[in-house]
């Protein structure tokens, strides 16, 4: 426990909710509701009576409809187990898969969450640089990797930056994992929220190597009702259910149920307010600051100005005009950025973005 901090990103979240006239770019929820067919759905379940315990690996309902997306999309048949949240799909991989001392290579800027839980098994998380344009800096990776090295984690749109890897690079990346015998772990929750087409993944061009992990908190809204899914090489699955049998029990019963409506629930809308929210908080930002564009998600990562000596002092700056961010150190081993989540009105970006290009100047 001694390597592992409280939340960045939840200790921001409490501050906001503490200062409900500040402005927040904190936490990563989206501002729209879970669609109504899936809410309903959910009170059909509840009313009911399915309230009790699922099967580990999730309802055969939903679990058929996942495989049946994937075959749509990958023609891939894999080993499916619904999880509680994309968070833990990803505590099951680490448990499952790794030794004590096992290392498990990430890029950095990281999502917070690897990290820690990567520690919590007694693992060794090893980044590997990708600034500043945030690409997947495959000879890094390569120079990364040691005996002792199990795993690849990938996260595409990525958090925090928003970047979307692609069709070359996941190539590349799937080629290096074959040379050295890597899984690869590849979060793609927010996949549903890509801006300039599809989102490309790792698994065509690695499918027998691959754990997909998904889920329904970003692209509908469901943050709360913690309902993801994996799905990759049936023994690694039956591994992963061993352990939620022993942790999670199984993912939330009535959410299984709105999961079922949600996979055929339209996002599209989202998609393209979430777009015109990207291209607001950029188009604001990008004459002040240095700054990636991102192609998904609902975050972007610029540089810190010249005149501050980090992102921890430039977040105390903004926080005192009520401009609330989290600085880079969070999800990074540097401090020389800051995470913006635009998942917010586009008033609330238009005035916070003035007030941080006056910071910057």
């Given at each position: 426990?001694?390597?592992?901090?409280?939340?960045?990103?939840?200790?921001?979240?409490?501050?906001?909710?503490?200062?409900?006239?500040?402005?927040?770019?904190?936490?990563?929820?989206?501002?729209?509701?879970?669609?109504?067919?899936?809410?309903?759905?959910?009170?059909?379940?509840?009313?009911?009576?399915?309230?009790?315990?699922?099967?580990?690996?999730?309802?055969?309902?939903?679990?058929?409809?996942?495989?049946?997306?994937?075959?749509?999309?990958?023609d891939w048949s894999a080993g499916i187990l619904v999880t509680s949240g994309t968070s833990g799909g990803i505590?099951?991989?680490?448990?499952?898969?790794?030794?004590?001392?096992?290392?498990?290579?990430?890029?950095?800027?990281?999502?917070?969450?690897?990290?820690?839980?990567?520690?919590?098994?007694?693992?060794?998380?090893?980044?590997?640089?990708?600034?500043?344009?945030?690409?997947?800096?495959?000879?890094?990776?390569?120079?990364?990797?040691t005996p002792r090295t199990r795993m690849l984690l990938l996260n595409s749109p990525s958090n925090p930056t928003?970047?979307?890897?692609?069709?070359?690079?996941?190539?590349?990346?799937?080629?290096?994992?074959?040379?050295?015998?890597?899984?690869?772990?590849?979060?793609?929750?927010?996949?549903?929220?890509?801006?300039?087409?599809?989102?490309?993944?790792?698994?065509?061009?690695?499918?027998?190597?691959?754990?997909?992990?998904?889920?329904?908190?970003?692209?509908?809204?469901?943050?709360?009702?913690?309902?993801?899914?994996?799905?990759?090489?049936?023994?690694?699955?039956?591994?992963?259910?061993?352990?939620?049998?022993?942790?999670?029990?199984?993912?939330?019963?009535?959410?299984?149920?709105?999961?079922?409506?949600?996979?055929?629930?339209?996002?599209?809308?989202?998609?393209?307010?979430?777009?015109?929210?990207?291209?607001?908080?950029?188009?604001?930002?990008?004459?002040?600051?240095?700054?990636?564009?991102?192609?998904?998600?609902?975050?972007?990562?610029?540089?810190?100005?010249?005149?501050?000596?980090?992102?921890?002092?430039?977040?105390?700056?903004?926080?005192?005009?009520?401009?609330?961010?989290?600085?880079?150190?969070?999800?990074?081993?540097?401090?020389?950025?800051?995470?913006?989540?635009?998942?917010?009105?586009?008033?609330?970006?238009?005035?916070?973005?003035?007030?941080?290009?006056?910071?910057?100047?």
């Amino acid at each position: 426990m001694g390597l592992i901090d409280a939340s960045g990103v939840r200790r921001m979240f409490e501050l906001a909710m503490g200062r409900p006239n500040a402005i927040s770019f904190t936490i990563g929820q989206p501002d729209f509701d879970v669609p109504e067919p899936c809410k309903a759905a959910a009170i059909r379940a509840i009313q009911a009576g399915r309230n009790g315990y699922t099967v580990t690996q999730g309802i055969p309902e939903l679990r058929q409809r996942i495989a049946e997306e994937l075959k749509r999309e990958f023609d891939w048949s894999a080993g499916i187990l619904v999880t509680s949240g994309t968070s833990g799909g990803i505590l099951l991989a680490m448990l499952a898969g790794l030794d004590p001392g096992d290392e498990v290579i990430l890029t950095d800027p990281y999502f917070v969450l690897y990290k820690h839980v990567i520690n919590m098994v007694g693992g060794k998380p090893v980044m590997v640089g990708s600034y500043p344009d945030f690409r997947l800096p495959i000879r890094g990776i390569e120079a990364a990797v040691t005996p002792r090295t199990r795993m690849l984690l990938l996260n595409s749109p990525s958090n925090p930056t928003g970047t979307i890897y692609g069709h070359d690079d996941l190539q590349a990346a799937a080629a290096l994992a074959r040379r050295h015998d890597l899984l690869i772990v590849t979060d793609e929750i927010y996949a549903d929220l890509s801006f300039d087409g599809p989102c490309p993944s790792v698994v065509p061009h690695a499918p027998e190597r691959t754990l997909l992990l998904r889920g329904f908190s970003k692209g509908h809204g469901m943050t709360g009702w913690r309902l993801g899914y994996a799905a990759g090489p049936e023994p690694l699955i039956q591994e992963m259910t061993k352990v939620q049998q022993y942790t999670f029990v199984c993912a939330p019963s009535m959410a299984q149920y709105a999961g079922v409506v949600a996979m055929d629930t339209t996002v599209s809308h989202h998609v393209a307010a979430y777009r015109r929210k990207r291209d607001l908080v950029y188009e604001g930002l990008k004459d002040a600051f240095e700054v990636v564009r991102p192609g998904g998600g609902f975050y972007i990562f610029p540089k810190v100005p010249s005149t501050f000596g980090n992102g921890t002092e430039f977040a105390a700056a903004a926080a005192e005009r009520d401009v609330l961010i989290v600085p880079g150190n969070v999800f990074s081993e540097r401090d020389t950025h800051f995470r913006i989540s635009y998942a917010t009105t586009d008033e609330k970006i238009v005035k916070g973005c003035r007030i941080l290009c006056d910071l910057a100047t």
